[in-house]
């Protein structure tokens, strides 16, 4: 089974601020064995408080817990588009789930940056700059 989104976004986190999966566990009163199980997507969807605990716990930005937050209610997300988000820091939460949200015809979806490209044109002209 491919990791899923959230758990890809969960574990960068984690692995950023260079946690074990033990002491994110300990620093977020949650059992650890549970966190593996939301990073290897056994489990989806933790509750509200859960996730409060864990972007608490993480500190993470602003950005990085909208981020979160959008992938535990919407575990279909593509990880290579959390993937690309991570690497360019310019995609607000806006663009960045407006791409998560995109339906597609047949099995081809377009990479990440040219999707992102395409919901920036897209959210440009509806804000009457293009």
Not at 60 to 86: C, F, I, K, S
Request: proline share 5%.
């Amino acid at each position: 089974m491919a990791q899923p989104a959230f758990g890809l976004l969960l574990q960068r986190l984690r692995n950023e601020r260079r946690l074990s999966l033990r002491e994110l566990g300990q620093l977020a009163e949650i059992d650890h064995a549970y966190i593996y199980r939301l990073e290897s997507g056994e489990k989806e969807s933790p509750s509200e408080e859960a996730l409060t605990k864990l972007i608490r716990a993480l500190k993470a930005t602003t950005r990085e817990a909208d981020m979160l937050r959008y992938l535990a209610t919407h575990p279909q997300v593509d990880p290579g588009l959390v993937e690309h988000a991570l690497t360019d820091t310019s995609i607000t939460i806006e663009e960045f789930s407006a791409a998560a949200g995109m339906a597609f015809r047949g099995t081809g979806r377009p990479d990440p940056a040219k999707l992102v490209e395409r919901i920036r044109r897209i959210l440009k002209e509806e804000n009457g700059n293009g």
